[in-house]
């Protein structure tokens, strides 16, 4: 792909990120396991994306944390807040209005 295209498609993904680790730190997973997980799901993001990202959301009181210490070694845990759940059912309310739009303009083209 060329490197014009390569950002248009960065912007567009940018997003979803967000959207998908709202919905699915619902149920509490540390940032190596959520990585797997977007993977699992299609949205390719590396750690170096992922972290700085955890930590706005939690600082913009969208996640919630704690050190799990119980193994080996600790792990920082992160869970979706309820101010974050509300922003995850918004973003994808809004998610579904677009994806109409988008399909009925696409249905114009045939």
């Known amino acids: 792909m060329n490197e014009t ?3 248009h498609l960065q912007e567009l993904r940018r997003g979803t ?3 998908a680790c709202l919905q699915l730190l619902r149920t509490p997973g540390y940032g190596y396991s959520l990585l797997e997980q977007l993977e699992q799901r299609g949205f390719a993001t590396d750690a170096n994306t ?3 990202l955890l ?5 913009q009181e969208y996640l ?4 799990n210490t119980d193994e080996a070694r600790p792990r920082k845990f992160y869970r979706t807040s309820e101010a974050g759940i509300r922003l995850a059912d918004t973003l994808t309310d809004e998610w579904r209005s677009l994806t109409a739009a988008i399909a009925s303009l696409t249905a114009e083209e045939h």
Request: no cysteine.
């Open 55 to 59: 930590r706005r959301l939690e600082k």
């Open 50 to 52: 992922l972290y700085p």
């Open 64 to 67: 919630t944390s704690e050190w």
């Open 17 to 19: 990120v967000v959207l």
């Open 5 to 7: 295209l390569d950002t």
